[in-house]
């Protein structure tokens, strides 16, 4: 059973253009979550989704930043006009649902703004 | 903010047990206790979790007190792999709870 995956591990984007982040689920989980880790900081919640709704935004910057987890394909976190301070690691976690509801992670996308 | 109480960081040596505790005094009766570590800047990997009764598999164990008010993972055999942030987490028990990550426990096993 393949893990949470995410796409690309890297990626470089000059100020002012766009960033596309990708997650896939483990199978059978309907639930994704995304944190970003800052340098040299701790993991801090952004979005938590299920199919074609967002659940919770409470974590995503209010300007720039959108999430969607279509009915097929991937989860995509979307950063326009990134600056600077978006050069983090960006993680995403899916989960079953259920009681004990336990996350798993991918490995995570590390975006350079230059 | 998290709602546990870690050391800053530990040592343990290579082969013995790492018991590593977590504060979590405001702990209710509906939240788990959740242990992840992360290893240099991987993704976080879960290890174990647990609501009242001690809990063991094959990563660690969970030892958990009768008050609920804190809790030790045990690596049983610490090798230099598990050198990692291990990260003690309290959530209630629902769907779609994010994870609240306080800075963790430095964790470094030393040859």
């Known amino acids: 059973n393949a893990g949470v995956m995410q796409n690309p591990r890297h990626l470089v984007r000059r100020r002012g253009q766009e960033a596309r982040l990708r997650c896939s689920p483990m199978k059978g989980h309907s639930h994704v979550y995304w944190y970003r880790q800052l340098p040299e900081e701790g993991l801090k919640f952004m979005v938590y989704?299920?199919?074609?709704?967002?659940?919770?935004e409470s974590g995503m910057p209010k300007e720039r930043f959108s999430a969607e987890f279509p009915k097929e394909g991937p989860s995509i976190l979307r950063i326009q006009q990134v600056v600077r301070g978006d050069s983090a690691a960006y993680f995403c976690a899916s989960s079953p649902g259920g009681a004990s509801d336990t996350q798993y992670f991918g490995p995570g996308t590390r975006l350079t703004v230059l | 903010d998290a709602k546990t109480t870690q050391p800053t960081s530990m040592d343990c040596a290579e082969g013995r047990a790492a018991n590593l505790p977590c504060n979590h005094s405001?702990?209710?009766?509906?939240?788990?206790v959740y242990w992840y570590r992360q290893i240099h800047s991987q993704g976080p990997q879960y290890i174990i979790h647990g609501l009242k009764n001690n809990e063991t598999n094959e990563m660690a164990s969970l030892i958990i007190t009768e008050d609920r008010k804190s809790s030790t993972l045990i690596l049983p055999h610490a090798t230099l792999r598990d050198t990692a942030v291990y990260y003690c987490i309290v959530r209630v028990v629902n769907y779609g709870q994010n994870f609240v990550f306080g800075p963790g426990t430095r964790l470094s096993v030393l040859p």
């Open positions: 989704l299920q199919k074609e709704n967002i659940i919770d």
């Open positions: 405001t702990i209710s009766g509906n939240e788990y």
